[in-house]
């Protein structure tokens, strides 16, 4: 599929990038980056501001941006913003029940910040040591966060709803003497017992010199004698002065573990200048975000999403950013689009899974709510089947609201390659043009650049000032990950096309790319296949090995809510494929399954799948991040009968 679609005039009217701007800007990123980029730095407040600019070599590795340049991010994201808009409301939280409310404003939110960097101070906590938050979704993570990066604190969140293992494996790792956690928190109207799993995350594992204890669901928890604090009693004599710390530009802002779908997490580092302007600049441009407007990113902080376009680029803006503490089915599968009416969402960011999701539930749920004050939509996490792409454009946007289907990793800080409403067409399925000063190269086996029109593995030629510069406490490990595949170049890891318009559609990680009798097939073309028949709503292919073929084309199908698989089914979904790509794609084996084993960001877990369909059932790998491990057995199960 080839469709385009132009962004409609009345969403993009005074829209930050118009084509002629993008083409302007582009050239000037990638030709003159140093002018470009000590342009770009004057988004932000500096202590100091710098005058090196990018000093970087990815051969041998070692990423400076900015280098001699001093600030601090907190200030960025609230000091600065207090003479112009202190009573604007910085952070509107809804939690798990709907129309519970809190909200901040930039004043209070100041405060907050303050009395929570004080706390941290009395605990001992200084520049550079490294604090876990392991928090929900509530407003004191952000707080948490902005008041580590004021006192130069290195923050290490850990997703709510990772188990104690994977959390005390990322403590250790960065050795945190320091956790912030809560008594619990609310999904799905169930309590996690997020005190409970950082006490059994401790139970014989790293030491720490205190956790403390934000009062958030009033669950019973045990209190550790001389180790556990009340968050609110502390902070009550706390003071409310607290400057901001001065950090050098390649001071570290935060660690953040990968989410492991592709194999053990790495301690993701980030600085602070770099990080700073990146998510700063891309959402200014991305998002076209305009003053007053009301901001949601469905992300939980727990992800690089939630850094970058929860807290860290919305508020270096001046921006009003959403947080949800609830999920996307609870009390029904309406409440996002209840929230966008109540809330008067005008951008909202989301990912495929969640689409797949609540497509699979029909249009009724999403026609109840007036969403007429959306203006922009925005996709992240997975490659976005194109069915999926057009439910959102018709049914959530009512084709008036440009999408932007924004490509990048943890690595990358923020966004890399997507289309700007204002300045581009869009293609349901690909992510679209290089941002700023993104070089992307598609990189054949031997490491060749293929040019024009042409499919390999996805690379950056250059440095931008989000990239990560490091694997905390494992540099080797980072130089190997993504600078030996290929010397000189940033391997991302994924697969991707170029098209003749020079659009880029990601097939998948690389290893995802299967080999079928000498015809190379990104497992992405074969699930929009699969996904583009009206009964199925969800698909994950992988390789497995074929006697004849090389390779043969195994496929998971999740049906839509009410439908039964039958073998009529099967041999129809075979002929869809067939029609939709061609006789080399026809599914090899179907393999029905009530649902697929995802990452708890909702990313699906192709490599167990993979070994699943290989019948390589001892080698699993790290199971720790599925969202569901029960569901694995099950699929064993599935395979072993055919
Ligand atoms: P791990 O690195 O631990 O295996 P992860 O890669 O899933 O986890 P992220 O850094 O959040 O964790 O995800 C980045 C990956 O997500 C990209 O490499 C790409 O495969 C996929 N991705 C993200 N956004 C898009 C998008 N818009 N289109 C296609 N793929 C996307
Ligand atoms: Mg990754």
Avoid at 92 to 111: F, I, K
Wanted: proline share 6%; aromatic share 10%.
């Amino acid at each position: 599929m080839n469709e385009r679609i132009s962004p409609p005039a009345a969403a993009i009217q005074g829209s930050h990038c118009t084509p002629e701007q993008y083409e302007a800007l582009y050239r000037q990123s990638v030709e003159q980056p140093d002018a470009f980029w000590a342009e770009q730095a004057k988004r932000l407040d500096w202590f100091k501001a710098p005058t090196e600019i990018a000093n970087w070599s990815f051969d041998p590795v070692d990423i400076r941006w900015y280098e001699d340049g001093v600030l601090n991010l907190c200030h960025n994201c609230v000091d600065r913003h207090l003479p112009e808009r202190g009573d604007q409301v910085a952070l509107l939280w809804e939690g798990d029940e709907p129309g519970v409310t809190r909200s901040l404003t930039y004043r209070q939110l100041h405060a907050e910040v303050v009395r929570m960097a004080n706390v941290l101070k009395t605990q001992g906590v200084k520049k550079g040591d490294r604090v876990t938050l392991y928090l929900p979704m509530i407003l004191e993570a952000a707080v948490a966060m902005l008041a580590c990066a004021r006192i130069g604190a290195v923050h290490s969140v850990v997703f709510g709803g990772f188990s104690p293992e994977a959390l005390r494996g990322r403590i250790e790792d960065c050795r945190s003497r320091i956790v912030v956690t809560a008594d619990g928190g609310m999904r799905g109207g169930k309590v996690v017992p997020l005190k409970a799993n950082v006490d059994a995350a401790l139970d014989g594992g790293p030491e720490v010199d205190a956790v403390l204890v934000i009062r958030h669901c009033r669950n019973d928890v045990a209190m550790m004698e001389g180790r556990d604090r009340w968050y609110d009693e502390v902070a009550a004599d706390a003071s409310d002065d607290c400057p901001c710390e001065p950090m050098n530009a390649e001071d570290p802002l935060f660690i953040l573990y990968t989410s492991g779908s592709t194999g053990k997490p790495k301690g993701v580092l980030h600085t602070t200048g770099g990080y700073a302007v990146w998510t700063a600049l891309t959402f200014h441009y991305v998002f076209d975000y305009r003053p007053g407007e009301m901001f949601w990113c469905t992300a939980d902080v727990g992800w690089v999403t939630g850094h970058s376009y929860v807290v860290y680029g919305p508020l270096a803006n001046g921006a009003t950013s959403l947080m949800f503490e609830g999920v996307p089915n609870y009390p029904d599968c309406s409440r996002f689009w209840d929230m966008v009416e109540r809330h008067k969402v005008n951008i909202f960011y989301t990912a495929p899974t969640a689409i797949r999701a609540l497509a699979r539930e029909g249009e009724a749920p999403v026609k109840k709510h007036d969403r007429s004050s959306i203006r922009i939509l925005g996709t992240v996490g997975e490659p976005i089947n194109p069915q999926a792409w057009l439910w959102y454009w018709r049914v959530v946007g009512d084709e008036r609201c440009p999408i932007v289907d924004t490509w990048w990793q943890t690595e990358t800080g923020g966004i890399m390659i997507t289309t700007l409403p204002g300045a581009h067409d869009m293609k349901p399925g690909s992510a679209g043009k290089p941002f700023f000063g993104i070089v992307p190269e598609l990189l054949d086996a031997e490491g060749k650049a293929r040019g024009g029109a042409a499919e390999g593995n996805l690379c950056m030629a250059t440095s931008w000032p989000g990239q990560m510069r490091t694997v905390y406490g494992d540099h080797e490990r980072f130089v190997q990950t993504y600078f030996s595949a290929y010397r000189g170049h940033y391997f991302s890891g994924d697969g991707c096309r170029r098209d003749d318009d020079g659009y880029y559609w990601i097939t998948g990680r690389v290893d995802d790319v299967i080999n079928v009798s000498g015809h190379r097939m990104g497992t992405a073309e074969v699930e929009s296949a699969l996904v583009s028949h009206k009964l199925v709503a969800e698909s994950a292919v992988v390789g497995y090995p074929h006697d004849i073929k090389g390779q043969g084309i195994y496929c998971y199908v999740t049906l839509i809510a009410g439908e039964e698989p039958s073998d009529a089914l099967e041999t129809e979904l075979r002929q869809h494929v067939r029609k939709e790509i061609g006789p080399i794609a026809t599914p090899d084996l179907i393999h029905f399954t009530p649902a697929l084993p995802k990452t708890r960001s909702g990313k699906i877990m192709r490599r167990i799948l993979r070994k699943i369909a290989e019948n390589e059932y001892g080698s699993l790998g790290d199971t720790s991040t599925l969202a569901d491990p029960g569901l694995v057995d099950s699929l064993i199960e599935g395979r072993r009968n055919r």
